[in-house]
């Protein structure tokens, strides 16, 4: 069965700390992608991973991706309030990509001044 | 720069209803089109997917339906809608096969 697993599924933490998201999934992809969901809206594409090894930065977020291993890792530094919403990472279903994505169950980030 | 619009936002539908939503890209030809639904507090799932015109693969067993018309335009449609088919759908495009990029979602609650 095709999975991509998320944890924490929720995650408090107090503005200025330090944590990471991780996502584990079961596909051959070789891409994965990384989205920000605010409440009731839609979701923005925040990283795309295209390979081993992989590492983007964007502000206080950087994530990357362990091929090899079926993980990337969603890392926040210093957090803000602005920061807090729901994260989902997400995969092709298949090697060649098919741009049908498989999206993990979510993390939702509270920053708490 | 390339756009998707979705409508409706929101729609409060009877059970047995039809449904008809739709999505439309503008500033690129022949993208891969996707609608997905998010049941409340879940992820999201892919429930259709569409390479061109008349192109509709299904991807779970459902109620629901998705017709392409035209090579911009993405429509998820049902004859009667069920409880269980309340939920956030979104429409989606891709550039071969990348990343996908999202409308902003129609909530439907079927009462």
């Known amino acids: 069965e095709l999975k991509v697993e998320q944890n924490p599924l929720f995650l408090s933490m107090q503005e200025g700390k330090n944590y990471t998201i991780y996502c584990n999934y079961s596909?051959?992809?070789?891409?994965l992608y990384w989205y920000r969901q605010d409440p009731g809206k839609s979701l923005e594409s925040l990283f795309v991973?295209?390979?081993?090894?992989a590492v983007k930065q964007e502000g206080r977020l950087m994530a990357s991706l362990d091929t090899k291993a079926r993980l990337s890792t969603l890392h926040i530094t210093a957090a803000v309030h602005d920061l807090s919403a729901t994260y989902f990472c997400?995969?092709?279903?298949?090697?060649?990509?098919?741009?049908?994505?498989?999206f993990g169950q979510g993390t939702t980030l509270q920053v708490k001044p | 720069s390339q756009t998707i619009h979705q409508w409706p936002a929101t729609l409060v539908q009877p059970v047995g209803s039809p449904l008809s939503l739709e999505c439309t890209v503008e500033?690129?030809?022949?993208?891969?089109l996707y609608w997905y639904r998010q049941a409340a507090g879940r992820g999201l799932q892919l429930l259709f997917y569409?390479?061109?015109?008349?192109?509709i693969s299904s991807e779970v067993p459902q109620n629901l339906s998705a017709s392409r018309p035209q090579d911009r335009q993405f429509i998820l449609s049902s004859k009667k809608l069920l409880l269980s088919d309340s939920g956030f759908y979104l429409c989606?495009?891709?550039?071969?096969?990348?990343?996908?990029?999202f409308g902003q979602g129609t909530r439907l609650t079927v009462v």
């Open positions: 989606a495009w891709s550039p071969w096969n990348t990343e996908a990029f």
């Open positions: 596909t051959t992809s070789d891409r």
């Open positions: 991973l295209l390979s081993n090894g």
């Open positions: 997400a995969v092709d279903m298949a090697a060649g990509n098919t741009g049908k994505l498989i």
């Open positions: 500033g690129t030809s022949n993208p891969n």
């Open positions: 569409s390479v061109g015109i008349g192109q």
